[in-house]
């Protein structure tokens, strides 16, 4: 393993972009990208495009009332040609797929782990994350243009007074990053070319202070050992301190 | 009737975003919006913004194969914050709408009719038009993006020698454009609030010839009289004309 | 174009049925076709045969309740040997396809179109039609026989002191019918042999006083012209009025 | 239970409609009843109304070929307003319901059970019955209906050779009738009226011999014993001779 | 017949398991089998294994509110390799086939017709029964081993205050036995290599006191005549009494 | 951190049923549980109780064909009593939720990390995994037992000859298990009572060789630190390698 290391500090491995091992793929993100919802962002992450919004409505799902406590949820959703080969639509097959599923789910546990229910009160935000073109990292790059949406709604939820103060309700910044082992050398994030031979593959989101909300390691082709995760993990904490300052940046313009 | 037709002459409605009765929104169609479709086009009427995608694919569904014809369908979505109010999605729900289905086939049989589908052999294009902004004429400003997006993927398909002679397939250009009756004035291009107070309101699709394709009235809280569409077509006309220069400007771009 | 009409006045064009071309097919309307619905009719242009029933309740949906007004929905169906191939049936398929959806609501907004749902106050009618046998024009018999349904059914619901004047919630008659171009000779009426090479197809709702409540004109095999066009609603409107007539034979009988 | 046999035999219950016990309501097999299907039968016993149709088709599905043996096969439904409450549409539902789906397979399994599959060949026949106006009763009209449209459809596959010899193929008829326990007194053939208050309930399908293809007996509200059961068959087997009477009588018409 | 009733005296006939034509397989009954329902059984009877829990709440479904009457209902599913070849999991494939459907309404009915449902009150009790193991007679296993989860269910809320007296709400036992005639001999308990070749199938639900609470008898593969009816029925009463010894001592167990 | 550490070292934490905080339910493996699957496994880890089986098939999803290498496939549901509230099965609301695809998709994720499909040939194993009953660990536990029934089943596949070598197959062992932070305090193997009050949660699923195949660790109610997750690590290590003891046991058993 102190092989990979070295690589890494070498900064000698090529890869299909050019970048280096640890570098992240040019972020930009656009707020106020369409009018109607509350939090509206769209990230790009190199060629991977993801539309975020965050729409706030002050009622609960019933199950949720009577609380005192809010609710934040999300939806992911790829469009029909945001990939190379055009995929069905699950409207049409008339069910949700198994990989929707699981990332709207793990989307929606990253942004809950960021917000303090009881201050959001009886409120529910609905984050929704549709890929409008796929190039590996769609959900790391929903979790990350999320936030940003989210912290959009929750300045107009405050303006219109539906929640009295937003700081306490937004507890610290989310963002995620994945991180793979691709020939035996670990990277940061990875584009579908890349993505589709990695041996293990590890989608990792961190806070505002550099704490994990989610740590989704696989290593459906190759198993990895305990110091290879450490690299993966060194990798994961570089690339989301770099996201936290795109979104602080965002945030930051008028 | 007399009286509406001097009206527009005249000029003198105020429309809420000032426009003529007879005028259209500005257009805005961009090409190659993303990189994975054959053909890919943004188009913006107003505050309107639908992607449209076309995928050609050299195979053909099962009950038409071995036609010696090709096959061109479509699908037509919402995203969920496209809207004012969120709307779910149905992908969830399970089950495609009766709007969504009567949209999707429109945008069908419109491309379908400046097709030739001899001419395009067995070969199957899917149109995807994916609402990301919803102002009124989501399925108007569809149909007229879909047709720069099918162009550009019968470019492709001649470069990759799919098809031996676009101008054999895609006869000639089809746009589409609403047009309505509100308090009494006939009006070309509704917008949402407009489109939600109109007492007649007719789709209609044309050719670059200027014949029909579709044409669609419906009038649910007042029935129309042959006058009245007279001058619905007349603007119909107005406004599939401008949109076709809008389709051959863009189509003009390198 | 002149030729056409010409054509037309000559009545030389030979149909299948031996029907000149601005025949309708012989019509016949029977009220009270079963006993449990408050309207219940069956309608039989040609051998196209729709059992039309309509069902009032004295409730809403909830999307609709504390409005004031009533509301009209219609469902259509064919059964599964309507047609001469077996069609599988929707409950079984698990979904309702695209052409039954486009149907039941071109039906519903034709009645609504000629309801007054204030005085119809906070009452449901539901409108069912099934098609027992297929042979063209189908949507448009089943506009037809629903409204004589719908009259029995507001006659029904003033008995039982549900609305308090019919008269005021059924503000004029509506019927439907499909007028199409054939090896280029405009056509009334079309059964199935005609309707599958039709060229150019439109089904027109008009009202009693003659006025549209729907036109859909579709040309997917070849655009039609503005005179073209004019010729098509002309023979609507001759059809539309002789299915007046029989609307008000059949309301006439005791 | 003797007193029971008596008091059938005496004759002095009175039933809502006036009939004996013992006695069946009046039917009516209207054969050809639509033109489309190669069997197409309307069957009224009393106010119960079902569209019975046999649909011949020379090809068996995927799990059934190359087996030297044809398949039958049964589907029931129920019109929205057949009853006097209107019933959601099952295609609307997405799904169809338990009761649907257990007439269906007891309708399937009559008819099976009088054809020689080895006759029939590799060839398939699919029942459907449409209940038009439910008035108790609907599924075993269904089967006696259904047998008459399957007569009718097994002469014309005759007629075109898809089969050889009509009378290998079908073996014997096939009807059904319900009998059932009312305030202590079995009677036959129940309209809703008696069969929502049958204390026990049952369904008897025969064969023109004599013999049980199914015998269906519930009783949910009260357990009958072997007596009770034995006056009950003895009731059906009555009802079924009847019935096999009356689908002679139809099948003897030119 | 008078044979077959000679031939089940003599008991000559040799049957693949070695039991005689009118003897019961070995029947376990295990309470308690998991902890969470407030009645969970585990049935064998041979090779078929149920598990069969009884949940009771102290709420009913709407439709059934404010009657002063209670409920049951039951649902039967299999594990997908509860049979040699593996079967579809009905909820990947999003529908319940009508096999499901239809036992899981014998089973509900059989189970209501011993309970008083004005003595259970506004409770509900829902019955699941889940096969782990199938070698025939799952339906008949399910009904003998969802009465006695029923019955620990019912002291349970009697425990729980939630009803008065269970001795009231359970009127009687109910088990549920397999009968069919074999290559001409009516036999008891058909496990499932028996099943397949059996030309007449009946299930036969009897209670405690020896009345029928249901009868299901088909015979797609050769009608059957009186005197085997009998026989067989006479075979299920048997089977009947065998399994309600077998439910009380399990019940008496403590 | 280094607190916790004493702490476990300590043993003074108190656990609801005893065990030290680094301590595993007692684990029971029950092979050939039922007789039908090529390998069925009862596993129970304290009170969760799993039926997996692994179904060998000689075929492969179209998908998968002629690519020369096998698939492994799993699916997991819960029974709706496996929980303290009975809960609605997919089956019957016509979808399967979120958490049932996620759970799935882990479980096959774990089992063909160490399978090697160029070895397993053009073959299928379709993993089951049906939770009896719950008490936390359900999907941990679901892998432990599934791999020892794919074992078996690859052992079915080498006597009938369907594979040459299962040695060549089956590369490594793999299990799983769950930890998590509660109150402060690292936990091996929560039970349902401490899983709810988790505020991290991570499943482990590592090799026989000690390495990861699966990290999920989440966060939803507290991040955690880089220290907290090498603690957890450790501990699921401890677990891991004591459950793969138990599954060498069990599969050296005659």
Redesign the interface.
Known sequence: MVQIKDMLVDGTVMRPDGRAADELRPVRITRHW????EG?VLIECG?T?V?C?A?F?PTLPRWRRDSGQGWVTA?Y?M??????Q?TD????K?????????I??LIG?CL??VVDMKALGENQI?I?C?V???DGGTRTASITGAYVALSDALDWAQQHRHIKDKSKVLKEPVSAVSVGVIDGTPMLDLPYVEDSKAMTD?NVA??G?????????????R????DE?NIL?DLASKGNKELQQAQRAALEQA
Chains 1, 2, 3, 4, 5, 6 share one sequence.
Do not use: W
């Not at 469009?79 to 190379?84: H, V």
């Not at 639509?89 to 049409?92: A, D, G, I, L």
């Not at 008339?94 to 699981?102: A, F």
């Open positions: 369409t009018d109607a919802p509206s060629n495009r539309m919004t729409s409505t939806e959703a469009l029909p040609r945001a990939t190379s055009r639509r699950e409207s049409v008339g069910k949700i797929g198994g990989r929707t599923h699981e709207s789910r546990r809950r782990g609905q929704d549709d409008l073109q796929a590890m961190m806070t202070s550099g704490a994990f909300i989610e740590i989704q390691g696989t290593a459906e082709h198993p990895f050992d305990r995760l993990l």
